[in-house]
């Protein structure tokens, strides 16, 4: 008997009553009510008992239909692909939760991230500070609950925000950001240093709050396909596919066998030059400039071959509700025999990249100052929730294509790359092994691809039903969450990009290490300002 058969009747004898409304839907959720207070017993059994562990927090304004606040709580089972989606109501007169950030503490963050966007307070939470909440709101301002009004000015009073100083003799700060070099997104980094060694380094994000999952509310769900392609530039596909998986979970659409290939294609090659790029990044951090420059024309031979995908050298319109958004041009279908085909140009461009990172891994100079650098040990991995690239470079063995299969995943051979060191170098492996793999992949789908539609209708989305999409992107596992109202609008939209757990984790992988590595640590982290700061 698996875990998930056995969950429901575990549900039944140990909340006696206070789990309710327990409903399978497709196939691998169980969907059910809890009382409030019974979160943290739930996701102690859940871990204890199912080898199930939170992955997402979202809370919603009810108000207006049922008169309540709601928190939801999605477990995840990667070893059995199966999920436990809780919803407990809160009372607007008393909206505070029993909080879980010191059993889980992504948990922490998605409190904290609640707080400041609804006003709901976590009973018991070690860390009082905002999240998301910079100086300049007004203390009353919650901007997802659904009466709030947008305001016409801030006032920044000049409130420093609380960070915890590290003292000490020979102890000293170093300051960066949130203003940088360059066009990348704010972000202030401030260093404890002894020396040149870093003893702390604490992160301070949400410089550029755009309010995007507010942007979401009342569009119909084609309109929100624009939103989710831009809420990171450089992951397009990965929170499209995310928010359209959604969608047609919720709706029951199911998609044409042709659209989940071209889907993987897609998908495959946004990971692809988004890997080849960060490769030859990183060893510019090291100084090796060659190697970028190589890298990043690399990348501009895939971003035009997305041009002929998709019409879009970041592949936006790639995606849509029911399908795709483009057939397979011509000029690169295998089966036509015009021009070159998809799987010589990805023959070549992997041929290209090999002879880079060959010249790349015979540097010893580059090499020495790869190893050993911002080593994220296991445990401080997993203990952070962390996701992708970054997890699987610190032993966690996660892959949502393998663990959660979907699109045409299931009917692809692919491995997922492990390595155990947790260091710069296990990361930038990480990114040739699975480019190698991407490419690999691609010529899977187009040998395998059937014919037929591309595109199927989504039709009316249930009202006040939750559902989601998870999609392996080229940072790690997205998550979309969704829910209509009776006009079939969208009335919630959460987002989780891998960045939201994957960024606080960077600053134990700076301990130990130089002040003149942190550059180069990041850069093998990499991880998006835009995708955070929803």
Not at 265 to 294: K, P, Q, V, W
Not at 388 to 402: L, N, P
Request: aromatic share 10%; hydrophobic share 40%.
């Amino acid at each position: 008997m698996t875990d998930f058969s056995r969950l429901q009747s575990a549900l039944a004898e140990n909340f006696k009553g206070r789990a309710t409304n327990i409903r399978a839907r497709r196939e691998n959720e169980l969907h059910f009510q809890i009382a409030r207070g019974d979160a943290p017993r739930l996701a102690e059994i859940l871990r204890g008992d199912f080898n199930a562990e939170l992955t997402l927090m979202v809370a919603n304004d009810r108000r207006a239909d049922k008169g309540v606040f709601e928190i939801h709580y999605l477990f995840v089972n990667n070893r059995e692909n199966w999920f436990a989606h809780a919803t407990k109501d809160l009372p607007p007169g008393d909206p505070t939760i029993a909080s879980m950030a010191t059993f889980y503490y992504p948990a922490s963050r998605f409190e904290r991230e609640i707080k400041d966007l609804f006003g709901l307070e976590a009973v018991g939470h070690p860390d009082r500070r905002p999240l998301v909440r910079h100086a300049f709101w007004p203390e009353d301002y919650f901007p997802l609950r659904k009466d709030a009004a947008p305001l016409e000015r801030f006032d920044d009073d000049g409130t420093p925000f609380p960070f915890l100083p590290v003292g000490g003799e020979g102890v000293y700060e170093i300051p960066v950001g949130p203003v940088h070099a360059g066009i990348i997104e704010p972000g202030h980094f401030r260093f404890s240093v002894v020396g040149e060694t870093v003893i702390d380094l604490k992160i301070r994000l949400y410089f550029t709050h755009k309010g995007t999952e507010k942007l979401f509310e009342g569009r119909a769900p084609a309109e929100g396909v624009e939103l989710a392609e831009r809420i990171s530039g450089d992951t397009t596909i990965g929170h499209s596919l995310a928010y359209c998986q959604a969608l047609e979970s919720l709706a029951g659409c199911d998609v044409p066998a042709r659209a989940k290939y071209l889907r993987v294609i897609l998908l495959e090659m946004e990971r692809l030059y988004n890997h080849i790029a960060d490769f030859g990044a990183i060893c510019n951090d090291t100084g090796f400039a060659a190697a970028h420059s190589h890298c990043f024309r690399i990348r501009e031979r895939l971003l035009r071959l997305n041009k002929r995908l998709a019409g879009n050298r970041l592949l936006r319109g790639g995606v849509v509700p029911g399908g795709v958004g483009h057939p397979l041009p011509d000029g690169l279908d295998p089966s036509t025999g015009s021009g070159r085909s998809l799987p010589a140009e990805l023959d070549s461009v992997i041929a290209d990249f090999d002879e880079v990172v060959d010249i790349c891994l015979s540097n010893t100079m580059l090499m020495d100052r790869l190893e050993g650098a911002g080593r994220l040990t296991t445990q401080t991995a997993t203990d952070h929730g962390v996701l992708g690239c970054v997890a699987r470079a610190s032993g966690i063995d996660i892959d949502a294509r393998r663990d959660h299969p979907f699109a045409a995943y299931p009917w692809l051979k692919f491995k997922v790359p492990v390595f155990e060191t947790g260091d710069v170098q296990a990361r930038a492996m990480v990114r040739v092994e699975e480019a190698r793999e991407s490419a690999s992949l691609i010529k899977q789908a187009l040998a395998q691809m059937p014919g037929g539609a591309i595109v199927a209708s989504l039709g009316k989305l249930p009202a006040w039903e939750p559902a989601f999409g998870l999609v392996e992107g080229w940072r790690g596992a997205i998550i979309h969450w969704v829910m209509a109202d009776d006009q079939g609008k969208l009335y919630r939209v959460k987002v989780k990009d891998p960045s939201f757990v994957n960024w606080p984790a960077l600053s134990f992988a700076l301990l130990k290490n130089i002040v003149p590595d942190f550059p180069l640590v990041n850069k093998s982290f990499n991880q998006s300002y835009s995708g955070n700061d929803l």
